[in-house]
């Protein structure tokens, strides 16, 4: 069986600054089958001047720091992990005090050095975005995140992202290339028929982290990010074959099963006289043929007794047994 895939109802910026938004989406994503529910939290000085096009967007997100904490305890009253993008070190400071679980870094943040080391020193697992990082940019910032409990997050935030966006081959690449665990933040259009396959097909390349947008209801309330973002049962969809994935064998050798090796005993054929023979002979291919008994026989390959002389008279449709065989 593989290892357990965590898995995150990314909310993003899709509780528009409403704390009744964000207990509501706290309660679907545990009731989705997700491990983790985040959240984009900060102060919008941390993200831009006040002469940026979406400054005021940043404003109207803006929850208190008290509401953010009641709210943190009841994901963890219910059972779910609750995580948070970080964007400066003013939100850091109060946030390291909750019960959060972990923190992710935007790739946007993969060069804000300051940030980096801030959050070294705090006691929380990191996720990091790399879409749209370089290499190197990459290197260094895992350098500054030494000694931490990291996971990249593969995939890239332009949403929606187009088939020729998909990163799936960067899971294991990144793997080798940085010894460390690697996840998938997927941003495909939720309405196309990808949308719950693509994560899955993650997990078989090797993510053990997927990162998915949950949204209430797609169709008929437009909340921000909802363009990728799954509906509840879309996303428990989605759980459940990650799921099933998980069910499956993971052998590091090739071995039978035990199912398989009953389907291999009762559809193998027996090697089966074709004629009768006497005691003394040698066992000559034209002797014998391939087919299946209602009486399972001990050869299955016709080298194995090709060659070999009887032990025994043997009669036309008898089965090769070892004790037949001189």
């Known amino acids: 069986m593989n290892p357990k895939t965590y898995i995150i109802a990314e909310i993003a910026q899709g509780f528009e600054g409403n704390p009744w938004l964000c207990k509501k ?9 997700a491990d983790a529910v985040k ?6 000085d941390e993200l831009a001047t006040p002469d940026y096009q979406y400054y005021n967007l940043f404003r109207s997100l803006e929850i208190a720091p008290e509401v953010w904490n009641e709210l943190i305890d009841y994901a963890n009253e ?3 992990d609750f995580l948070s993008d970080i964007y400066g070190t003013e939100t850091l400071e109060w946030i390291s005090k909750t019960k959060l679980k972990g923190i992710k870094i935007h790739s946007t943040d993969i060069m804000n050095y300051p ?12 996720f990091l975005s790399v879409g749209g990082s370089k290499e190197q940019e990459i290197t260094h910032a895992l350098r500054l995140l030494q000694g931490t409990d990291v996971i990249l997050l593969s995939g890239f935030q332009a949403e929606p992202n187009l088939i020729e966006d998909l990163e799936l081959d960067k899971i294991e690449l990144l793997k080798k290339l940085f010894g460390t665990a690697v996840g998938y933040a997927d941003h495909i259009d939720a309405a196309s028929k990808l949308a719950l396959v693509i994560p899955p097909m ?6 053990s982290v997927i990162e998915k947008h949950l949204t209430i209801d797609r169709q008929h309330l437009q909340l921000e990010d909802y363009v990728s973002a799954l509906n509840p049962e879309e996303f428990a969809h ?3 074959l990650i799921r099933n994935i998980e069910a499956m064998p993971n052998n590091d050798c090739y071995m ?8 291999r005993d009762r559809t193998k054929r027996s090697i089966v006289m074709k004629h009768d023979k006497n005691k003394g002979e040698l066992i000559i291919a034209t002797d014998i043929q391939l087919i299946r008994t209602g009486n399972k026989g001990d050869f299955f390959d016709m080298n194995e007794v090709v060659g070999k002389p009887l032990k025994v ?8 047994k070892f004790s037949d065989l001189a």
């Open 25 to 33: 989406y706290i309660e679907l994503a545990k009731k989705s089958g």
């Open 256 to 263: 039978l099963s035990e199912r398989e090796t009953a389907y």
């Open 202 to 207: 993650a997990v078989l390349k090797g993510a």
């Open 78 to 80: 219910i059972g779910i």
């Open 39 to 44: 959240f984009q939290i900060f102060k919008a």
């Open 115 to 126: 940030l980096l080391e801030a959050v070294r020193n705090k006691p929380f697992r990191i």
């Open 313 to 320: 008279d043997v009669k036309k449709g008898h089965i090769i």
């Open 238 to 240: 989605m759980v459940e």
